[in-house]
Every structure is written in C-alpha cells, then in structure tokens.
C-alpha cells in the first residue's frame, strides 16, 4: 500500500515536470490574424490577410529616403536586437526589397498627414510608408507592438519572431499629444527623462512638456544667471538634494526627443511658482530681500516683482538661452497659482512676457489662468482647472491643450488607498482617465479650439522611477488613445480589454505598474 502510494506521487510528480517544461518552452503560437492584435493606441482602419511574416537572422532594414529615414531604421534596429539578438543591417534602397526584410518609404499620401502611415505586412515583406520620417516612427511603434512581448525583454530570448499580416492605416486624431514632467519637485536626470521619452514614443505622443522651474527647484543652467541652479537647484521637495540640467544635458535630452519625432516643450513656471529664483537672486524680489529655499509642497506663495525693469531683463535673458535649445515653437510660461501676484500686475507680467516670447520667435503657452492677459490668437492655453478660461481663450481665438485635473492629471491618486499622488482633483481610476472626449468635455469648447490632449505628472509624491512608473502606467495609454485614434473608434469597455493585454509587455518592460481591479489582465 505504501509503495503504490509512493508510485503514485512518484508518477505524479513526473506529469507535472512534462507539463512544467512543455509551458516553458512552448513557442508562442503564430500570429495570423491582425484584427486579433491589441494595439494601443487602436488603428484608424486595420485588414487581416491571415498568414504572417518572420523576422529571422536574415532581416534587414531597407530605406528609400533621407538620413532622417535611416536613423529612423537604426532606432528599430537597436530595439530589436537585445531580444532577437540580431543586427538588422540598414541598406539603402531605390526598389522593393527582396523577401523577408523590413521596407521604409516615403510617399506622398494626403490622407495620412504627417504622422500617418500605411503598413502592408505580407509572407514576403514588412512595408511601412509614410509621407515623412515621423510617420516611419510612429509606425515603428505599431510593428514592435505586433511582435510577441518578449520583445521588450533587455536579453536575447528564443522567438520565433511572426507578425500577423495585412495592412493598418493610421493617423493621428489630434496634431498634440503630450505628457507633462514634474521635474522641480523632485529632480529627474537625463538618463530618467530619456527613459520617459521612450515610454511616451511607445505610444505615439509627440510632445514632452518639462516643467523646470517651480518653488522647490530651478533646474536649467541659465549660462548669465548662475545661482539660479548653483543655488536653487540643490534643493527638492522633502529636503533631498536636487539637480539640473546643464545646457549640454538639456540639448541632449531634446536631440534624443527630436531622434523620436517628439518635441520637447520647456516650461519656465512665472510670476508664481518662483522661490528658487527668488533665493538665487535677492534683487528678484520687491523687497530686495532673498527668500530661503523651500521643500515643502504649498503653492501660491511667491511672485517675481512684476513692475519693476529688471524683472524683464531677468525673464529676456532666460527665455533667450532657452530659445536657443528648443526647436519647436513654444515657449510655455507656467503662469498658474500666482495668489500673490495684485490681478492688473498679473495681467501687466503676462503681456510683456508675451512680447519677449514673439521678439525671440516663439509662442506663448501657458496654464489657462493666462487668458487674463491681452493674448495673440497664437498663445496656447494649457486648461488644467477652470472652464470660464478656456472659454475665454476660445473667445481670443487661441488653441486649447486638454488638462482637466479631474481626468488627466498623472499624479491624482487611483482611489482612497493610492499611496502615492494627492487627491484634491478627485480619484483617477482607470475608466475615469480614459472614457471622456477633449471635444465635449467644456460646452463652447468644440474641437476646433483643440490643439490637443496633455497628461501632467507633478512630482510632490513621485521621487524615483519606479513610484514614476507607478503613476503613469497604465494610465498613460489611456491619454496615448485619447490623442491619437478616432472618437468614434473608443470605448471603455473594449479598451479594458486591449490593456489587459499589455500585461505580459509591462512585465517584459520590468515596470511598476498599477494592477487596477478594473481591468481584466490576462497573458
Ligand atoms: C496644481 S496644475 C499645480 C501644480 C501642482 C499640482 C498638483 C497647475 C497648473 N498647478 O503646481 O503641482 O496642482 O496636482
């Protein structure tokens, strides 16, 4: 009797090491229908042709283009090789590639924009085509989505390496599509900022927003004003020690944004939100007397003196440096909270801000209390808070980015038991992030007014990446969807679906995510 039993277990235990080793080493199935992927942000239109394509050994990254289409391929070539372990040699073509290789080219396709694309997947070739190096990346985007999640694995892993075929037309729903960084509350270097870069390209965002000037910390070298960041840059909230960007770090930031078709917006947050300018330089202050550096997290507390000459000097000096890092066209000038700035000198600061920003080539962009000041229908106002502003700024003819703290701020909590972010926006869920429309979100505000949609990530809470992650994944996809696909194509209930999906990529990403019991996570 013993012994049977012993047989018994001994057979037993035999089952499960097959059953164990057969699921570890069982190849994910290949991939043959394309309407089946979970992409995110979803496809404008997609056709499956039921078989797939492999990448293998052989593949190659063939261009007809510019040198811009090249670093596009090496881009790819360089996120696909620690998982496949393969080269994907870039080639210069003038005709179709031969079979089993990558094909980029440049078209000339009304219908997809800038951004747009059209990938044709067959048994023989990866087509992607786009009417600029933009579109290329952004559908480089779509084709690592296709391949299995290992993918995004740091080490080579066995494959196969299949895409379902058929073809995807895509094309973004709005021309901005952004995500805000906190950097003054609690510092982020070059390397962490990188790192956000490459999360907010995996889903087709075209604008980083840094906030670099707030309170708590001053982090971009101004070259003619030093102690702005010798002396209001150590600091960050909760008494750590800060940093900043050195102009070197800064240009090197926007050059791997500008690689990825995204633009850096850099934000110099003014009249308020100034103490660490206001302790760098005591004669920034009305009084002449400098303020002491500050960790704590209020707002409202400090101006700049906004009637006096040298204020201006100050903001012309900064803004020109900064000018000349940022390719884009804005300039955004924080402008929020001011509780200490008298409301004509608030209107007066703004004004002359406005005209430093033109004189320099740029545009203002602002949070939405801006619109108190006489604004150029080309000033932008970035709505966080109050709806009478936006509509205001729609009376001035300006362009709106979408904010609302109640559905797109990154660090409101998820609910009551969130232990990172604040609550005075309310609790962000999952579904509350992503089931609203910029376009009727504000009566009067129709998509017209809309430039786009942007998720900020304020930093009072966040201190590391990983408490980073935590708050941006998986929102962030949410924003990602809300900016890029069509409004007619979402809906709650099938983007819980998709997102459950990306479980198995988020944890081959290593991230820190939050697990939200609303969404039905499955391999
Ligand atoms: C309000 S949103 C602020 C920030 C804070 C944030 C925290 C805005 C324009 N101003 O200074 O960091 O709330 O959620």
Redesign the pocket.
Known sequence: MKNQHFNFLLILNFCVCILFFACENKAPATPKDLLKENLIPKPVSVNATGSSFAITSATEIFVNGNEELKRVGEILANELKPATGFDFPIKNTKEVPAAGNFYFSITKNEKLGDEGYQLNITEDLVHLEANAAAGIYRGIQTIKQLLPASIAKGTAQSGPWEIASGTITDYPNYEYRGAML?VS?HFFGVEDVKTYIDYIASYKMNVLHL?LT?DQGWRIEIKKWPNLTDMGGTTEVGGTKGGFFTQEDYKAIVKYAMDRHIMVVPEI?MPG?TNAALASYAKLNCDGNARDLYTG?E?GFSTLCTRRELTYEFIDDVIMELVAMTPGPYIHI?G??SHQTREDDYIYFINRVQEIVAKHGKQLMG?D?VVAGKLQPNAVA?H??KEENAKTAVEKNMKIVM?P?KKA?L??QYDSTSALG?H??GYIEIDTGYDWDPATYIKGVGKENILGIEC?L???TVTNMEELEYMVFPRLLGYAEIGWSPDSNRSWDEYKIRLGKQKTRFEAMDLNYYASKLVPWSE
Request: negative net charge; proline residues 4%; hydrophobic residues 35%.
């Open positions: 906190d509350r906030h707030d947050d939100h997290t707002v924080g929020d909270e949070w209390d970035q966080w808070a904010s703290a701020y660090d409101m604040l005075w926006a900020p304020w930093t009072e």
